[in-house]
């Protein structure tokens, strides 16, 4: 028997003989056990409210259902069941509006952190959620929605609303939105489909994708830094283009009528007599405009 499975055996015996809390054994880290502990709060609220959610090294999973309740569940976790109990769970709710927050202990040290599953109204607006080391997933929602994370991935799908979506070191994914969409990260792609309103896009070190299933109506600007941009949209688009690269190419699908100076890496013109602006940039990167 391995040192690490008699350590279990060990653990698990004495678990049988008082009572415990749920771990979680993650020997590879060099952590040793992580202890959790689970949490639960549900509201009433009037579809239309808000929610801003704040935690720490965890992940949050935001969804709408049929019912005029925010339910709250997740987990809290630690090292030691000492450390956990440190971390507090702190909620306020009206009719209106929940907040909740994991408190982090003043002496911040450690595996430690806290994740929720939250289920809204589909009308909702997500006034502030935020989390650092863990990825956001926000799905099916009719209200605007503002996130914020840190070392974690956002997916964002099926929302009719403004979203504001942030990271570092992570991609940033976004489907489906009526709305206008600013998506700003470091470290990471944004990929964004199925998009009808205006778009903000900025990135470093990774691909920018926008994809269209309507001809834009917005203007749509997108800047990275050592990697690469395309847009896609119907061959009907009728828009005005701004692309400029360096050390790289741009490429496009669609017939421009070029204006202004052209080259290998600059390109300026309108696609069927123009419309909105498409302003394209990145350096060591291509730049296309293709077709679906």
């Known amino acids: 028997m391995t040192r690490n499975a008699l350590l279990i055996c060990v653990l698990a015996g004495s678990c049988g003989m008082v009572a415990c809390d749920d771990m979680d054994f993650d020997f590879g880290s060099g952590g040793g056990p992580r202890v959790e502990a ?57 009719p209106d509006g929940v907040e909740v927050r994991a408190i982090h202990p003043m002496e911040h040290h450690g595996n430690m952190g806290a994740r929720f599953v939250v289920r809204v109204p589909h009308s909702f607006v997500l ?24 070392n974690g991935a956002i997916h964002i799908s099926r929302i ?36 009808s309103g205006p778009v ?30 395309e847009v896609s949209m119907p061959e009907s688009s009728a828009v005005r283009v701004r692309a400029s690269t360096s050390n790289s190419s741009i490429t496009s699908d669609f017939g421009v009528d070029q204006s202004g100076t052209v080259s290998k890496n600059h390109l300026e013109g309108t696609i069927h007599g123009g419309g909105p602006m498409l302003d394209l940039e990145t350096s060591n990167g291509s730049i296309r405009l293709a077709k679906p």
Do not use: C, M
């Open 200 to 229: 903000e896009a900025t990135s470093s070190n990774g691909s920018i994708n926008i994809a269209f299933e309507t001809a834009p109506k917005s203007d749509i600007h997108a800047q990275t830094s050592n990697s690469s941009i």
């Open 160 to 195: 009719k609303g403004n979203v504001d979506a942030a990271t570092s070191n992570g991609a940033i994914e976004l489907n489906e939105l009526a709305g206008r969409a600013i998506l700003t990260t470091s470290n990471g792609h944004i990929q964004a489909d199925h998009l």
């Open 38 to 94: 689970p949490f639960h709060f549900t509201y009433d609220v009037k579809p239309g409210g808000h929610l801003e959610l704040e935690t720490f090294n965890g992940e949050v999973d935001i969804r709408s259902w049929d019912q005029d309740k925010v339910d709250i569940s997740g987990s809290k976790y630690a090292n030691s069941a000492a450390l956990r109990d440190q971390i507090k769970i702190d909620s306020h709710a009206t």
């Open 127 to 150: 006034d502030r959620i935020t989390s650092s080391n863990g990825q956001i997933k926000i799905e099916d929602l009719e209200g605007a929605v503002r996130a914020h994370t840190s």
